[in-house]
């Protein structure tokens, strides 16, 4: 079995930063890609960023330049650099793990950026 917890979430003023970590624990022999998705109320989830198992990025978009994503192996941790938040940053941000052949989904955080 295993367990992803997540933290780091928050309220922040618009231009701030916050960073997410994600961890997982249990029956691990090899993490492939993590991810960071998020939801806000009314639309569907997407996809932020992706980190590989090598280290290769992506990210959508909306975030480039102000978000980055990195990873610990020999923690089994995944985090989000969050920086320049906007109002439409506003969600709750799930990290997903690929555990082959599963993957797992952490509980979600909520990242609020309001003044």
């Known amino acids: 079995q295993v367990q992803l917890v997540e933290s780091g979430g928050g309220l922040v003023q618009p231009g701030g930063s916050l960073r997410l970590s994600c961890a997982a624990s249990?029956?691990?022999?090899?993490?492939?890609?993590m991810d960071w998705y998020r939801q806000a109320p009314g639309k569907q989830r997407e996809l932020v960023a992706v980190i590989t198992s090598g280290g290769s990025t992506n990210y959508a978009d909306s975030v480039k330049g102000r978000f980055t994503i990195s990873r610990d192996n020999a923690k089994n941790t995944v985090y989000l650099q969050m920086n320049s938040l906007k109002p439409e940053d506003t969600a709750v941000y799930y990290c997903?793990?690929?555990?082959?052949?599963?993957?797992?989904w952490g509980q979600g955080t909520q990242v609020t950026v309001s003044s």
């Open positions: 997903h793990v690929q555990i082959l052949p599963r993957t797992y």
């Open positions: 249990g029956s691990i022999f090899s993490i492939s890609a």
